[in-house]
């Protein structure tokens, strides 16, 4: 009798797809009205007009088109919310950059030289690199923009004696749990706060210290484990992976071992390399960047590396090179950008089906009339149940915000509570949502299954729910009164 396998990204997704698909025809349909929000600048739900409209079920054919409009807008679903060809197309000049990058032989130079200085220490990596990525979680979400950095860092850990998963929970988990403690982002702490009427600096002493004790539970965690695993490789929970893995990401080596010199040359396209990434980030929070200009980002910098690694015999390639290599990394990184359009094909069913207001009309009646200690943890469990539904954080908070936080005057409660209990469920959700794209896309890159990536990461989930009811509960009990709805001054801090 053949051992039970665990399915793939790809089948787990279509499944979920065929089960939305059929909730379609379970559920009922139905709508709130929709007016602009000048403080969300788009259109959100007004409470109390909730009403049931014209059934839409969705069947075989439209599971089948689901990821299709997943990743573009065909026009075949009457769904575009969910659209993923820009994220898709990034993934693959990511992967191209990178490859030019490996090359030329920087990278591994570059780790060669980090690895000889932290001789004995590598074990700092984690809390630095898991610090940097919170900052990036807590300031601006980020998300996508961390796929540019497995093919990267995964290596750097590998060649340090872990394994490919330890690189992977540095970032998921180091840019999941800022976002989780978000303070002052703008695609979900502020979104949520406008759309709750207040500004978005109330509440954030409180999310301060939940980022702070979930980032150090995290830390904790994944150094504990990466311990484990040097000390003994067969504990890995990719141990019998560990040498397709190694041939795999430490391919730019001509041997497993040996480091090529750390040359002028590849010195500058390292500096080149960090520049990307730096002016990457700064687009994306100081001047509104988004998928197209860091992808066209990504392809200049490619033709400089080269440009540059002509200086050098060791690091040259010529034109024809170039291109195969670029387009050996956009190869590599394909089923990555596959299943992001797949994942999104679960939201696109959902909307088509027009399934997704019912749920939360049933949530905003499951909530009201609840004391304080009960509607606080009644709204965490909500919101961890729509951030499986609805995984873009911007995207449930200009949903559900309108809706539940002005549930929380009747309750006694902040509304800058329910803001903080959003952020916090929807970013412990997306730790291993299967329809968040940047969970399966990440996972992907570093070759590790989604079964295994959940029996890694089970522990640490609960401990940081734990920390985050804890937390929700002490705020409820001591908050000294109810918010204010915010005036026309809200518009100031709209992004």
């Known amino acids: 009798m053949s051992k039970f396998k665990f399915p793939t990204a790809f089948t787990i997704l279509f499944i979920l797809i065929a089960v939305v698909a059929i909730l379609t025809w379970v559920i009922p349909a139905g709508e709130y009205e929709r007016q602009m929000n000048e403080a969300l600048g788009s259109e959100a739900p007004v409470p109390g007009t909730y009403h049931e409209v014209e059934p839409n079920p969705q069947g075989l054919a439209s599971v089948i088109l689901a990821p299709i409009a997943g990743m573009y807008d065909p026009g075949l679903l009457g769904s575009s919310s969910s659209a993923a060809i820009d994220v898709a197309f990034f993934v693959l000049i990511i992967g191209g950059f990178l490859m030019v990058v490996t090359k030329t032989g920087a990278i591994d130079a570059g780790i060669g030289w980090l690895l000889h200085r932290l001789a004995g220490r590598e074990i700092l990596m984690i809390p630095i690199l898991m610090i940097a990525f919170a900052f990036g979680g807590t300031s601006y979400g980020m998300a996508e923009e961390s796929l540019a950095f497995y093919a990267l860092i995964i290596p750097v850990f590998i060649r340090a004696g872990y394994d490919s998963l330890t690189g992977v929970a540095v970032i998921m988990l180091g840019a999941g749990i800022g976002t989780l403690g978000s303070t002052f982002n703008a695609f979900a702490t502020v979104v949520a706060s406008q759309g709750a009427g207040i500004p978005f600096t109330n509440g954030i002493v409180l999310r301060f210290i939940i980022l702070a004790l979930c980032l150090a539970a995290g830390i904790a965690f994944v150094m504990r484990y990466a311990r484990r695993v040097k000390a003994d490789p067969s504990l890995s929970v990719v141990a019998d992976q560990a040498e397709d893995n190694r041939a795999h990401f430490l391919k730019g080596s001509e041997s497993g071992d040996a480091f090529p ?194 029996r890694f990461v089970f522990p640490l989930l609960v401990v940081l729910a734990v920390i985050i009811c804890a937390a929700l509960t002490i705020g409820a009990m001591t908050d000294p009164g109810i918010d204010a709805p915010q005036t026309e001054t809200s518009d100031a801090t709209s992004n």
């Open 261 to 454: 010199e750390l040359t002028r040359t590849r010195s500058i396209i390292l500096i080149l390399f960090g520049i990307t990434f730096a002016v990457m980030i700064y687009g994306v929070v100081a001047l509104g960047w988004w998928m197209a200009r860091m992808s066209g980002l990504f392809l200049v910098m490619s033709i400089i590396v080269w440009w540059v690694g002509k200086l050098d015999e060791g690091s040259r390639m010529d034109e024809a090179t170039f291109v195969e290599t670029f387009v050996d990394g956009a190869r590599d990184l394909l089923g990555v950008a596959l299943i992001i359009g797949v994942a999104r094909g679960v939201v696109v069913i959902m909307d088509a089906g027009k399934i997704t207001d019912t749920i939360l009309a049933g949530a905003e009646g499951f909530v009201s009339g609840l004391s304080e200690f009960a509607f606080i943890n009644a709204m965490f469990g909500i919101q961890i149940l729509m951030s499986f539904l609805v995984p873009s954080s911007s995207g449930l908070a200009t949903l559900s915000m309108p809706i539940m936080a002005p549930l929380a005057d009747f309750a006694g409660v902040g509304r800058d509570l329910v803001v903080t209990a959003y952020q916090s469920a929807n970013g412990w959700v997306n730790l291993f949502n299967p329809t968040f794209a940047v969970v399966m896309g990440g996972l992907a890159i570093g070759r590790v299954s989604y079964d295994r990536w959940l």
